[in-house]
């Protein structure tokens, strides 16, 4: 069974940090492209960040220069540093892996980011 755990989300102050983690189990992590997404109140999810199996990666042009997506195969986790946080980054945010078939995914329950003074 494919589990996806989300972790390390909170509530942090305007230009703090967060670091999300994300355990995967039930997959060949190695291979799997992963990705963050995020979905604020009242609006659609949408993408974070990407990385693929070689390391490659992708982001929102809204949180480039401030997130940074990583893995590590090893323990089977993909991380979100998240700097520089703003109001606007609160939301509820999703790991995300490819599935077995193309354009199927599977998803964690999520882990809510709040940013406020």
């Known amino acids: 069974q494919v589990q996806l755990v989300e972790s390390g989300g909170g509530l942090v102050q305007p230009g703090g940090s967060l670091r999300l983690a994300c355990a995967a189990s039930?997959?060949?992590?190695?291979?799997?492209?992963m990705g963050w997404y995020r979905q604020a109140p009242g609006k659609q999810r949408e993408l974070v960040a990407l990385?693929?199996?070689?390391?490659?990666?992708n982001y929102a042009d809204s949180v480039k220069g401030r997130f940074t997506i990583s893995r590590d195969n090893a323990k089977n986790t993909v991380y979100l540093q998240m700097n520089s946080l703003k109001p606007e980054d609160t939301a509820v945010y999703y790991c995300?892996?490819?599935?077995?078939?193309?354009?199927?995914?599977?998803w964690g329950k999520g882990t809510l980011v709040t940013v406020s003074s």
């Open positions: 990385i693929h199996p070689g390391g490659s990666t």
């Open positions: 995300n892996s490819e599935g077995p078939v193309y354009g199927s995914y599977y």
């Open positions: 039930g997959i060949i992590f190695r291979i799997k492209t």
